[in-house]
């Protein structure tokens, strides 16, 4: 079946603009996060959804950060006015409900600020 | 706090030989530990998890991993590498209790030679 799939592969933005990061998980995980992945570093949490709401966003550097998830599905991580230390691969995972199960990735967002 | 510690950047093997990539790990509760593979340009992929019972766990690609409670490890194994083994090895782990969310070490890059 269909795995996690994320758009854009790439985004290049300039200092100081809005990106928007969308991600669609598996069919029927109801469970959701998105992860940042610095060069030469393993993935950190961002955020968790359960369904629509977010669980858990203690991840979140600060408040240009945001996401958002409307129907329990596609979820979107907003960025706003981008640094460039925001230069990243952002990963999206999604999971069924449960402790104990793993969560499946998407190919990741490049995400560049120039 | 949780956090997972790989203490080797690389591991080279020649083709042929049994592999390690260690991994030790600090959690609250009971642990839930992960391994997971990173090929260029490519998400993570699930390779095999421990949650509970049998210390060695068997996964994908003739993968395996050791659970050791009282060294808090969890290193992953294979009897005999393959040249296509060689990519970005990441363990991660999350408790029972509490956040959601998966803390990765930082990696290790396996180099399998002809």
């Known amino acids: 079946g269909a795995g996690v799939s994320q758009t854009p592969s790439n985004k290049v933005t300039e200092k100081g603009k809005y990106v928007e990061l969308r991600c669609d998980p598996i069919?029927?995980?109801?469970?959701l996060y998105w992860y940042r992945q610095s060069l030469g570093q393993g993935p950190e949490f961002l955020i968790y959804?359960?369904?629509?709401?977010?669980?858990?966003d203690s991840g979140l550097p600060n408040d240009r950060f945001f996401a958002v998830r409307p129907e329990g599905s596609v979820s979107t991580l907003k960025i706003q006015r981008t640094e460039r230390g925001d230069s990243a691969m952002y990963l999206c995972?999604?999971?069924?409900?449960?402790?104990?199960?793993?969560?499946?990735f998407g190919p990741g967002t490049r995400l560049t600020v120039l | 706090a949780q956090s997972v510690a790989q203490p080797e950047d690389q591991v080279n093997v020649a083709e042929g030989n049994p592999l390690t990539v260690k991994c030790t790990y600090s959690?609250?509760?009971?642990?839930?530990l992960f391994w997971y593979v990173q090929y260029p340009n490519r998400g993570l992929q699930f390779l095999l998890k421990y949650i509970t019972g049998d210390n060695l766990v068997k996964g994908s690609y003739g993968f395996e991993a050791e659970f050791n409670k009282s060294q808090t490890s969890f290193h992953l194994k294979k009897p005999s590498a393959l040249v296509s083994d060689s990519a970005l090895y990441f363990c991660a782990v999350k408790g029972d209790t509490g956040r959601r969310a998966l803390t990765f070490g930082s990696g290790t890059r396996l180099q399998v030679q002809p």
């Open positions: 995972a999604s999971s069924l409900s449960g402790t104990y199960n793993e969560q499946f």
């Open positions: 069919s029927g995980h109801t469970a």
């Open positions: 959690v609250s509760g009971n642990p839930y």
């Open positions: 959804f359960q369904g629509t709401g977010a669980a858990d």
